[in-house]
């Protein structure tokens, strides 16, 4: 068990309709990523967050958009959903953000839209 | 850019042989290496990291050495047992902001 929790753990939706994911990350960590998993993709880099600010941008469509509270959890929200958004969603977590951290991944969400 | 090249799988293994997963990046300035794990079904969990050159990591007699001249970063395990069958990324980070930038996964497959 990492100690990032993510909810939920598996999503079913329709094309069109909007989706949040959301993601406790471990105690203490400052700052939480957002990673894809898709079988044509692979592993991608989303979005980072440290203490409620965005730190870093990766390859994140304009359709979702995430944050980070006060409270530290982060949630993504997906809209305008496509079939090819089904994928692994990751969130993971470290203690801030720096390039030597470990990061520590929760179980997913796994979405599939219909 | 960065990015990382892993060998092709699936890899199958026999229990108790020797197990090497290629691993080569490019990036720009250090970056940090990691070997990720991911179970059926689960996330992935930290394997073994390096932060410099020469470096090895290690954990659960699986060990990867940073080779900066070669920029490698293999992974090896003398002896694999079948509840090592899973898939393997590896994966770098740079500078402050601290994204991964994975490989594509390499899936082990370890039998009787």
């Known amino acids: 068990d990492s100690g990032v929790t993510q909810t939920p753990k598996h999503l079913i939706t329709a094309t069109g309709q909007r989706v949040t994911l959301r993601c406790s990350p471990r105690?203490?960590?400052?700052?939480v990523y957002w990673y894809q998993q898709s079988l044509d993709q692979g592993l991608q880099f989303l979005i980072q967050?440290?203490?409620?600010?965005?730190?870093a941008k990766g390859n994140i469509l304009e359709r979702f958009s995430a944050q980070q509270f006060p409270d530290l959890h982060s949630e993504l929200n997906l809209s305008s959903l496509e079939l090819g958004d089904s994928a692994l969603y990751f969130c993971?977590?470290?203690?801030?953000?720096?390039?030597?951290?470990?990061?520590?991944f929760g179980p997913g969400t796994r979405l599939l839209v219909l | 850019g960065n990015s990382v090249t892993q060998m092709e799988g699936p890899v199958t293994l026999s229990e108790e042989a020797f197990l090497t997963i290629n691993c080569t990046y490019t990036?720009?300035?250090?970056?940090?290496l990691f070997w990720y794990v991911q179970y059926p079904g689960e996330g992935l969990q930290l394997l073994l990291k390096?932060?410099?050159?020469?470096d090895k990591g290690s954990n659960k007699g699986f060990e990867a050495t940073y080779r900066k001249e070669t920029t490698s970063f293999h992974l090896e395990k003398g002896s694999v047992q079948v509840s090592d069958s899973a898939v393997y990324f590896c994966?770098?980070?740079?500078?402050?902001?601290?994204?991964?930038?994975f490989g594509t996964g390499t899936q082990l497959k370890v039998e009787l």
């Open positions: 994966a770098l980070a740079t500078g402050g902001g601290n994204k991964l930038t």
């Open positions: 105690s203490g960590d400052l700052s």
């Open positions: 993971a977590s470290s203690v801030a953000g720096q390039g030597q951290e470990t990061q520590y």
């Open positions: 967050y440290y203490n409620g600010e965005e730190r």
């Open positions: 990036a720009t300035g250090y970056p940090s």
């Open positions: 390096a932060t410099k050159a020469d």
